[in-house]
């Protein structure tokens, strides 16, 4: 049978998806550029367009359904000579082809590795994309980089596991249904004899966990009632995934300075005060004056305004920073690109923009993926001084306290000053602490007179 309507890939790491809605029912006639549906990943809700010219046959995954995973099938688009065809707007990768029943029955689990009879089926093994048998799968597994440390870590046999990724490859979904559903006593032998004290093995939730939701044993302290179980969104699943693997793999080291922003202040103050009343008005932000000296001083620093990779460190033409917004709950990063040519007011412009269509979940993936440099603000919630974690392809990330007068002393006497707190998180491959230290000296400068950045 020819693909059903697949799940798009809308960014390079999406692995799954919510289907927020429906703009078809089954039997509407679509054309190219109709909207079938809106997906929404863990950052943006984008609509599908078809491709294909056809009939709505079938509506295979409801509106509101959350995980649905890439290359899943969604819907069934019939032609005009009555037969299925595939409507891949996003043109993922090809599903990989059902295995011949004698494969099949070779890759069904023995009766030691069955899941119980409320867990859902096993998936029938796959060819891999280069034909390989069953038998080849098995010497070789096909699996992600995740699915492999999860399953190391669990002690679970990779090769035992059928994949529901592209071309049979075994993902984190997978591995994480293995070991709900109960994996082999011999393993989980090994897994408790590998697993670090601080993990804990998976239960059966208790009566104040929503339905089908498996909480660790350390739920066992409390009794039903004094907890209450949100399950993990796209979203929180995506932050947990991509900074516990930064702050694992990426060696972050910390520089602070102190910035007498009393210059700054008033600039912005004079700058406020001759805002039009009308069209054009603008309200300008400690934030934006940090993003406009940022920016500066990344051109003046190269070697700072770089990202690594294993055969080279790329460093960057333009200043494309992010800017961490809250969603509330939520975090996300969009980019304000070539920063360096843009003025105070279309800093402060583009950003307020980027932000709204942030929590409306309107923005697009190239709006929010690569940049080259991060900037997160808690200043205004009256955090004096934190530190930041780097979200790669970033090599540091800049975090901001509060700005507020404190005592100094200024030849020898004691004054007040409105002071700022600023650390930068470092990634040591590519930024040394030299390097990163010249950097917040053209950065402060720059901040404590910023006429300085027109010179």
């Known amino acids: 049978m020819p693909p059903d309507i697949l799940m798009p890939a809308l960014s390079p790491t999406m692995e799954e998806g919510k289907l927020a809605k429906w703009h078809v029912k ?7 550029g109709d909207i079938l549906a809106e997906i929404e990943t863990d950052k943006a809700t984008m609509e599908y367009e078809a491709v294909d ?4 046959g079938k509506l295979l995954v409801p509106e509101g359904t959350e995980g649905v995973k890439v290359n899943s099938p969604i819907a069934r688009l019939i032609t005009e000579n009555g037969n299925d065809t595939g409507a891949q707007a996003a043109k993922p990768g090809p599903r990989p082809a059902p295995p011949p029943p004698d494969q099949t029955a070779k890759s069904a689990p023995a009766p030691s590795q069955a899941k119980p009879a409320s867990a859902p089926p096993s998936k029938p093994a796959v060819k891999s994309g280069n034909g390989a048998s069953a038998q080849d799968a098995e010497a070789r597994v096909f699996a992600s980089p995740l699915a492999k440390r999860i399953a190391e870590g669990k002690g679970i046999d990779l090769s035992r596991i059928s994949g529901s990724g592209p071309r049979g490859r075994i993902i984190k979904a997978d591995v994480e249904a293995a070991i709900a559903a109960g994996a082999p006593e011999k393993q989980a032998a090994e897994a408790r004899s590998t697993r670090p004290a601080a993990a804990l093995p998976v239960s059966e939730a208790p009566s104040a ?3 089908g939701l498996a909480l660790p044993d350390a739920t066992r302290f409390y009794q039903d009632g004094e907890f209450e179980a949100v399950p993990n969104d796209s979203m929180r699943k995506s932050i947990a995934r991509r900074l516990t693997s930064a702050k694992a793999l990426v060696p972050h080291y910390y520089l602070t ?11 912005r103050a004079r700058l406020n005060e001759r805002s039009p009343k009308a069209d054009g008005a603008y309200k300008l932000s400690v934030n934006d004056f940090v993003v406009k000296a940022a920016a500066q001083a990344l051109i003046k620093h190269p ?7 294993d055969a080279a460190i790329l460093r960057h033409k333009h200043a494309d920073i992010g800017i961490a917004v809250d969603l509330n709950p939520g975090l996300i990063t969009p980019i304000l690109f070539h920063a360096e040519t843009k003025g105070l007011i279309e800093l402060s412009g583009e950003m307020k923009n980027l932000a709204e269509r942030a929590r409306a979940k309107k923005l697009k993936p190239q709006e929010y993926e690569g940049g080259s440099f991060a900037i ?20 540091a ?3 901001i306290g509060s700005a507020e007068e404190r005592a100094v002393v200024r030849d020898g006497k004691i004054t007040a000053a409105s002071m700022m707190s600023v650390t930068m998180s470092c990634d040591h491959r590519v930024i040394d ?12 400068a720059y901040l404590e007179e910023p006429a300085a950045m027109l010179l």
């Open 26 to 32: 089954e039997g509407d006639t679509v054309k190219p």
């Open 257 to 267: 300075i102190e910035c007498d922003i009393g210059a700054l202040l008033q600039a």
């Open 209 to 211: 966990a929503p339905a």
């Open 433 to 444: 602490g030299a390097v990163g230290a010249r950097f917040l000296q053209t950065l402060r």
């Open 303 to 309: 070697e700072v305004n770089a990202s690594w990779t």
């Open 376 to 395: 997160s603000n808690l200043g205004m919630f009256g955090i004096r001084e934190f530190t930041a974690i780097i979200n790669p392809p970033h090599s």
């Open 53 to 56: 010219e056809g009939k709505i």
């Open 397 to 399: 990330i800049l975090a």
